[in-house]
Protein backbone atom coordinates (compact mmCIF):
# COMPACT_ATOMS: atom_id res chain seq x y z
CA UNK A 1 0.00 0.00 0.00
CA UNK A 2 1.42 3.58 -1.04
CA UNK A 3 1.79 5.95 1.80
CA UNK A 4 3.23 9.43 1.90
CA UNK A 5 3.08 10.87 5.04
CA UNK A 6 3.78 14.13 5.96
CA UNK A 7 4.39 16.20 9.11
CA UNK A 8 6.45 19.13 11.15
CA UNK A 9 3.68 21.82 10.08
CA UNK A 10 2.61 24.00 12.56
CA UNK A 11 1.76 27.44 14.17
CA UNK A 12 5.02 29.39 13.33
CA UNK A 13 5.89 33.23 13.96
CA UNK A 14 6.53 35.63 10.62
CA UNK A 15 10.76 35.12 10.27
CA UNK A 16 10.99 31.65 12.05
CA UNK A 17 11.50 28.42 10.94
CA UNK A 18 9.97 25.08 10.19
CA UNK A 19 11.33 21.21 8.85
CA UNK A 20 8.61 19.50 7.34
CA UNK A 21 9.12 16.01 6.24
CA UNK A 22 7.29 13.27 3.81
CA UNK A 23 8.03 9.51 4.36
CA UNK A 24 7.32 7.07 1.79
CA UNK A 25 6.82 3.75 1.71
CA UNK A 26 4.81 0.99 -0.83
CA UNK A 27 7.04 1.95 -3.86
CA UNK A 28 10.81 2.34 -5.07
CA UNK A 29 11.29 6.05 -3.67
CA UNK A 30 14.44 6.43 -5.27
CA UNK A 31 12.55 5.47 -8.51
CA UNK A 32 10.45 8.43 -8.38
CA UNK A 33 11.25 12.69 -8.01
CA UNK A 34 9.70 14.19 -5.21
CA UNK A 35 8.23 17.65 -4.75
CA UNK A 36 6.13 20.01 -2.15
CA UNK A 37 3.26 21.83 -3.00
CA UNK A 38 0.79 23.89 -1.23
CA UNK A 39 -2.63 25.14 -1.05
CA UNK A 40 -3.44 28.03 0.53
CA UNK A 41 -7.33 28.62 1.33
CA UNK A 42 -9.49 29.17 -1.67
CA UNK A 43 -6.55 28.87 -4.33
CA UNK A 44 -5.62 26.30 -5.90
CA UNK A 45 -2.65 24.29 -5.13
CA UNK A 46 0.89 25.24 -6.37
CA UNK A 47 4.41 23.73 -6.92
CA UNK A 48 6.91 25.08 -4.51
CA UNK A 49 9.45 22.71 -4.54
CA UNK A 50 10.93 19.86 -6.65
CA UNK A 51 13.68 17.09 -6.40
CA UNK A 52 15.45 14.69 -8.70
CA UNK A 53 15.69 11.04 -7.93
CA UNK A 54 19.17 11.09 -7.00
CA UNK A 55 18.87 14.77 -5.59
CA UNK A 56 20.96 16.29 -7.55
CA UNK A 57 18.67 18.69 -9.07
CA UNK A 58 16.37 20.89 -7.36
CA UNK A 59 13.78 23.33 -8.71
CA UNK A 60 11.74 26.48 -6.38
CA UNK A 61 9.16 28.78 -6.81
CA UNK A 62 10.48 32.29 -7.19
CA UNK A 63 8.73 33.22 -4.14
CA UNK A 64 10.24 30.55 -1.62
CA UNK A 65 13.87 30.82 -3.65
CA UNK A 66 16.69 31.61 -0.88
CA UNK A 67 14.28 30.34 2.38
CA UNK A 68 13.02 27.30 1.54
CA UNK A 69 15.22 23.99 0.62
CA UNK A 70 14.17 20.37 -0.61
CA UNK A 71 16.09 17.50 0.25
CA UNK A 72 16.18 13.81 0.41
CA UNK A 73 17.21 11.00 1.79
CA UNK A 74 16.88 7.71 -0.16
CA UNK A 75 18.14 5.80 2.67
CA UNK A 76 15.42 6.21 4.80
CA UNK A 77 12.21 7.04 2.13
CA UNK A 78 12.07 10.90 3.44
CA UNK A 79 11.97 14.21 1.39
CA UNK A 80 12.31 16.96 3.55
CA UNK A 81 11.52 20.78 3.41
CA UNK A 82 13.26 23.04 4.91
CA UNK A 83 11.50 26.56 5.66
CA UNK A 84 13.46 29.81 6.77
CA UNK A 85 12.42 33.29 7.27
CA UNK A 86 8.66 32.23 7.01
CA UNK A 87 6.17 34.60 5.70
CA UNK A 88 1.90 35.32 6.67
CA UNK A 89 2.13 34.32 2.47
CA UNK A 90 3.86 30.81 3.38
CA UNK A 91 0.51 29.86 5.27
CA UNK A 92 -0.96 27.03 3.28
CA UNK A 93 -1.68 23.25 3.19
CA UNK A 94 1.70 21.24 2.27
CA UNK A 95 1.84 18.00 0.76
CA UNK A 96 4.24 16.22 -0.71
CA UNK A 97 4.30 14.22 -3.88
CA UNK A 98 5.95 11.39 -5.59
CA UNK A 99 5.87 11.11 -9.60
CA UNK A 100 7.14 9.34 -12.11
CA UNK A 101 5.47 9.55 -15.86
CA UNK A 102 1.86 9.22 -15.31
CA UNK A 103 2.35 7.75 -12.05
CA UNK A 104 1.70 9.99 -9.27
CA UNK A 105 1.17 9.60 -5.40
CA UNK A 106 -0.04 12.16 -2.66
CA UNK A 107 0.46 12.82 0.87
CA UNK A 108 -2.53 13.93 3.31
CA UNK A 109 -0.91 17.20 3.52
CA UNK A 110 0.50 19.11 7.16
CA UNK A 111 -0.99 22.84 7.69
CA UNK A 112 1.57 25.57 8.01
CA UNK A 113 0.43 28.53 9.57
CA UNK A 114 2.46 31.57 9.50
CA UNK A 115 1.10 34.24 12.25
CA UNK A 116 1.95 36.82 15.13
Known amino acids: QVQLVESGGGLVQPGGSLRLSCAAS????????MSWYRQAPGKERDLVAAITRTGGITNYVDSVKGRFTISRDNAKNTVYLQMNSLKPEDTAVYYC?????????WGQGTQVTVSS
Open 97 to 105: KAGRGDNDY
Open 26 to 33: GFTFSWYA
